[in-house]
């Protein structure tokens, strides 16, 4: 499994990224053109597990789940796992016999994190594993090398599952894949992404009657950028098509090795992503940087995302197929009776691995558990479509990523963009998702509605779920967390100024205004925020810094406001939360117009990803000063406020 893998990132689905390994397994396999994920990193991994959806599994913690592992060890395999786990727990608790990886979210590729863990134990990265610089990708699969010799050691037949974090920000390439798409995409995302769909087309991927999405008000024609935007976004897709190109020298070592042992014919390799490409641009642009090194990154792209999920609408997170429909390559030579190469138009989606993996074993997954409440898997087997007979499902495919909901029944879609009205799609006549029916089709509509709230209920579980709150479309579509373009000679500075600094001058986290929130500094380096609607605040990101030490910490500022009440700060420890689900903390307000201190405990052993700070719920303003995290013995870890001549 890859994350965040582009529609059309791989050669073989129209890509000019080199992936021949990928290639071959596909021109000697078969490619599904509609598999489906869940549109978020760990929920897919749930999904895939389990062979349920997120929410019914118990999400993270599997509260109502068994693995394929577990199903698969128990019928007598040796199972391994390498990557990237992003759970609860940890995947030898989940029927793993053997672990490497990293049980967090994302990393440093070059340096990891304090999640790597190998057989259940913590695992510090080295810099420089058989006297080479540390790269996650290449690690992943020199254990996965190891695991494969365990279980010929053993005589066991063997499941492997190889989790791959890239190209998940932050994005890292190691110097000689970078050095090889020097000057590849200086044509910018509207030509590649045009080149890409006359490609897929040629494939047989796609119909030639297809319409393309267009490119949507959010992202820019690219010869309408200035030169510094022009080279900065040149420098992410480079650095995005290393990572991937890494990803198939990597599968392609896996699969020489197969080969050399006499196993290639008889393995079924499956290779999947987790959900599309991200347009979340966190951060500054970074310029004239090479992002090959532990010390400098780069965040993801919007413009780039979405030529990369060509020819398809949106990204990461939302239920339109330019996110939730993504790579999917079959290679089994003693297995498939499908012509070599072919492509299948049959929806599938990640639910159907599991009981795919236990009917080709001959494995059946338990119906109950010492310590869990079992549910029903919702996938079903693939082997029809291997034996090159149909797929019969009898119950839609539903989706659901927070407010973005879908279900797709047949060839007819629902979809929800962060929970407003319900749109209408026939995806066998309009793929991209161009012509919406709901209102010619008033009846199909309410009926699909009705069918996914009561899979919410009956299959998910989810009382929340029941009933979703629908709200008015808003035109055009919007994300504060999607690259803001402007025709600007430098790159714009951050809403609140410089970057604050700690005694030694490393630069910290910035803050940044949410939506609705304009933010200045006063001639002291206080914060002066005025808020005009709805969803007002400040927050800071924290991922991008390594060098933050474990909680607890105390978060505390001096706040003067005319607000009465209770304010909250939200907080994240993981880096796929989203801060609107992050842990609350509520504080008072104090006197109207008075300065206030206000100093808060956030009672925890990991490290902070991200701190929000909400003042009102609408309109209002108010003044921070000497904003500051500190440790557990009060020592200043960053200092957001700065100080005149700072």
């Known amino acids: 499994m890859n994350g965040l ?32 994920n869940t549109a978020k990193c760990h929920s897919s991994r749930v999904s895939l597990l389990s062979g349920q959806y997120c929410a019914a599994a118990g999400d993270k913690a599997l509260t109502h789940a068994v693995t394929s592992a577990e199903v698969l060890r128990a019928a007598g395999y040796f199972t391994a796992m390498s990557g990237k786990w992003h759970l609860d727990s940890q995947s030898t608790d989940f029927g793993f016999d053997r672990y490497f990886g990293h049980l967090s979210g994302a990393y440093n590729y070059f340096s990891g994190n304090g999640s790597f863990r190998l057989n259940g134990k913590p695992w510090s990265v080295p810099k420089t594993p058989n006297g080479k610089p540390f790269y996650t990708t290449v690690a992943k699969v020199d254990y996965a090398l190891d695991f494969l010799a365990e279980a010929r050691a053993a005589e066991k037949p063997f499941y492997l599952y190889v989790a791959f974090n890239a190209p998940h920000a932050p994005l890292h390439a190691l110097p000689e894949d970078y050095a090889k798409y020097q000057g590849r995409y200086d044509a910018g995302w509207d030509k590649i992404r045009d080149a890409r769909i006359c490609k897929q087309k040629e494939l047989g991927l796609l119909p030639v009657s297809l319409e393309p999405s267009p490119r949507p008000p959010h992202v820019p024609a690219w010869d309408t950028l200035v030169d510094w935007q022009r080279d900065h976004e040149i420098n992410r897709m480079r650095t995005l098509a290393a990572m991937i190109d890494r990803i198939d020298q990597e599968v392609g070592r896996l699969v020489e090795d197969l080969r050399k042992n006499g196993e290639l014919e008889n393995s079924l390799i499956l290779l999947v992503s987790d959900n599309g490409a991200s347009p979340y641009d966190r951060g500054k642009p970074r310029l004239g940087v090479e992002p090959t090194n532990a010390e400098t990154s780069l965040k993801d792209s919007t413009g780039w995302a979405w030529a990369r999920n060509a020819p398809f609408r949106f990204y990461k997170q939302n239920q339109f197929e330019g996110e939730i429909s993504t790579p999917g390559i ?15 138009d049959t929806p599938v989606h990640l639910i159907d691995v599991l009981p795919t993996l236990a009917d080709l074993a001959a494995a059946k997954a338990p119906t109950e558990h010492s310590r869990r409440k079992l549910r029903p898997v919702s996938g079903i087997s693939l082997r029809p479509i291997f034996e090159g007979s149909e797929l019969r499902r009898s119950e839609p495919i539903h989706f659901h990523f927070a407010s973005d909901l879908e279900l797709r029944d ?74 803001v373009f402007g025709n600007q000679g430098t790159p714009s500075a951050s809403s609140a100024g410089k970057p604050s600094r700690r005694a030694n001058g490393a630069s910290m986290p910035t803050v940044r205004a949410r939506k609705n929130t304009e933010l200045s500094r006063l001639a002291d380096g206080a914060l002066k925020l005025t808020f005009t609607g709805e969803d007002p605040g400040i927050t800071m990101d924290l991922r991008g810094w390594e060098n933050l030490p474990s909680g607890p910490y105390a978060l505390s500022f001096k706040l003067t406001t005319p607000q009465q009440g209770e304010g909250e700060i939200r907080y994240t420890l993981d880096f796929e939360t989203n801060l609107t689900r992050g842990q609350r903390i509520w504080f008072p307000l104090g006197p109207a117009n008075e300065p206030h201190a206000v100093k808060e405990k956030i009672e925890t052993d990991k490290s902070l990803k991200q701190l929000r700070i909400g003042i009102t719920e609408g309109p209002g303003s108010a003044i921070i000063r000497d904003l500051q995290l500190r440790d557990a013995k009060e020592a200043v870890l960053i200092d957001w406020t700065l100080k005149p001549g700072e």
């Open 5 to 36: 893998l582009g529609y059309s990132d791989l050669g073989c689905y129209g890509g000019e990224i080199e992936t021949p390994h990928l290639d071959s397994l596909a021109a000697n396999g078969l490619r599904f053109s509609q598999f489906y």
């Open 330 to 344: 079959v290679h089994w030579p003693a297995g498939l009776k499908t012509r070599p190469g072919a492509v299948i």
């Open 410 to 483: 047949g060839d007819w879609k629902i979809v929800s963009f962060k929970g407003q009205e319900w749109e209408l799609y026939d995806l066998g006549r309009d793929r991209t998702e161009l012509n919406d029916l709901a209102e010619a089709e008033p009846k199909r509509l309410q009926a699909m509605v009705a069918k996914w709230k009561e899979m919410s209920r009956d299959v998910l579980h989810s009382p929340l779920l029941d009933s979703p709150k629908i709200k008015p479309a808003v035109h055009p579509r919007s994300n504060p967390e999607w690259t």
